[in-house]
């Protein structure tokens, strides 16, 4: 009312809201903000330093936000709140470097706002981008000041950036960048120099400057499922808690395999039931840009309904979809506000790690509520689900993704496995028993100091130690470790009158890499009768 002059609450509009908060931000920036704070309030306790600028504009973007939500609800606006009271520009303007060169600057709004824009990802991964190319906008101007247009970016630039990337410390922890990191942000630039270039804007490189064998190979890891003594612990956990969005939230990421933010954007109508009744979850648009529908537990659908019923009392105004663009009745809201990942899952798995002991020292979680999600899709490829079916379930774009829980739960190495140790058997073969009990006999004493380093093949020994493992016979016509004797001799001519009607036939046929191979084995046979001085083969 102070900077309009208009005391009519109901003439607020979104941009008041979003200047207010730019406004906030402005004067938690200024460097007199202590001294200006105690002369507005000259009897309050403050504490000095970033913390204290820091603590006040969170507080006040929190209220600001509050009214968002409240004007939004009684329909007074119409762009859906968003946390932090925040524009996209504010965005770019808060993490691109001062002074920036404004042909660079330019460059990347417009890439970032297009991307937006058209949906041509999500706003994570525009986030994610937005970091990448503001490090490089960083460096450039750290070491390349002379650079004032990324057209004058080349690859000798890029490789110097690459270097320098991996000894980067994070913003967060001051450590280096892990691997995962450099892999994303090497990613998100190539990203931008490639699609630039095809829609051949100015004042960009016009060409790609990375490809994938630039970024560091990442380490494959397995998706750690959580084993069954401490699901069953977590499940009880689970069921005792009394937020009732939180619990169904939880269940549903135990037996929906859908991801966090699929499960905090259901809607009213998410529920339904197949033709025998058993209950399915229609799965919104999220990281694979596409809906799907899947059986769902029962325990998990009397949650959701529950949270249905829960949502449908309050009321609460339809949104604006930010993935979709339709307007949606949400079923994880409270006071008319969206949850959060946060609130819906961080918080709740807290609390059941708290009941359940499994945190550290200081209290914090030892397992994390995404391993929910992987343990559904281990048990689905141990119970013999098909990959195409772990693929709808878990919403993968590619087999690759869900062979990881084919490959570490493989039902039928499992089975043979167990029933090789059921059986008694043991890895180092049938004679395990004898060596660790000292009771060998004489006669096979005898044998091993006679052949233990000369394993019989058809023409000769093979020298290989035991631990070197098996090969393949063929092998012994090329192989260094290779010995035979004269007693072997008419074994090999032998083989090679057989060499030569198999060279003869092969020659009938035409097929002449046959008669070259033969050929080859025939020339290496003679080779061992000259060795052994064998006239009669001459």
């Not at 490089?136 to 390349?144: E, F, I, K, R, S």
């Not at 016979?473 to 470790?481: A, I, R, S, W």
Request: aromatic fraction near 6%; charge should be negative; hydrophobic fraction near 40%.
């Amino acid at each position: 009312m102070l900077y309009r002059g208009d005391p009519d609450l109901t003439s607020i509009t979104v941009a008041d809201l979003f200047e207010f908060g730019s406004a906030i931000r402005a004067f938690a920036a200024r460097e007199d903000f202590n001294a200006l704070r105690r002369a507005l309030f000259p009897n309050g306790q403050f504490l000095d330093g970033p913390d204290a600028n820091r603590g006040f504009f969170r507080a006040q973007l929190a209220n600001l936000h509050a009214t968002h939500v409240l004007l939004y609800n009684v329909g007074q606006v119409t762009v859906a709140p968003r946390i932090g009271t925040r524009t996209i520009e504010d965005w770019t303007d808060h993490l691109l470097p001062e002074p920036c060169p404004p042909k660079i600057r330019e460059v990347i709004e417009r890439y970032l706002q297009l991307r937006l824009d058209a949906k041509l990802d999500r706003p994570q991964t525009v986030h994610h981008a937005r970091q990448a190319l503001r490090r490089l906008v960083n460096w450039l101007g750290a070491h390349h000041p002379e650079v004032t247009s990324l057209a004058q970016l080349d690859r000798a630039t890029i490789e110097e950036y690459m270097r320098w990337l991996p000894s980067c410390p994070s913003q967060h922890t001051g450590q280096p960048l892990t691997t995962t990191t450099v892999k994303h942000e090497l990613n998100a630039i190539a990203g931008f120099c490639r699609d630039t270039a095809v829609w051949e804007w100015a004042e960009v490189p016009g060409r790609p400057l990375l490809t994938s064998r630039d970024t560091p190979r990442r380490p494959e890891s397995i998706h750690r499922y959580l084993p069954q003594h401490e699901l069953d612990a977590i499940m009880t956990a689970i069921e005792d808690l009394t937020d009732p969005l939180q619990r169904a939230a939880l269940l549903l990421l135990r037996w929906s395999g859908a991801r966090r933010d699929e499960i905090r954007r259901l809607t009213w109508d998410c529920l339904d039931t197949y033709p025998g009744g058993h209950p399915r979850l229609r799965i919104p648009v999220g990281k694979g840009h596409t809906e799907r529908i899947v059986p769902l537990h029962p325990d998990a659908a009397a949650a959701l309904e529950n949270a249905i019923g829960l949502a449908r009392a309050q009321r609460s105004i339809a949104r604006i979809d930010e993935v979709t663009g339709r307007r949606v009745d949400y079923v994880f809201v409270r006071r008319g506000k969206l949850l959060s990942v946060k609130t819906l899952f961080d918080e709740a798995f807290r609390t059941v790690c708290g009941a359940t002991g499994l945190v550290d020292d200081r209290g914090s979680p030892t397992v994390s509520a995404h391993r929910l999600r992987h343990t559904l899709g281990t048990q689905l490829a141990e119970g013999g689900a098909r990959i195409q079916t772990i693929m709808a379930v878990l919403g993968h774009r590619s087999a690759t993704m869900s062979m990881i829980y084919s490959r570490i739960s493989d039902p039928e190495i499992r089975r043979q496995y167990e029933t090789a140790l059921a059986d008694g058997h043991r890895i180092a073969g049938p004679a395990a028993d004898a060596l660790l009990h000292d009771a060998l006999d004489d006669a096979t004493v005898d044998w091993l100091k006679t052949n233990f380093l000369e394993t019989e093949l058809e023409l000769g020994h093979c020298l290989r130690l035991p631990a070197e493992g098996p090969c393949e016979c063929d092998l012994m016509l090329t192989c260094p470790k290779f010995l035979t004797t004269s007693e072997y001799a008419p074994r090999i001519r032998a083989r090679l009158a057989t060499e030569q009607v198999l060279i003869d036939d092969a020659r009938s046929r035409g097929w002449d890499r046959e008669v070259e191979r033969h050929e080859a084995t025939c020339r290496r046979l003679q080779h061992l009768l000259d060795d052994l001085d064998d006239g009669e083969a001459q």
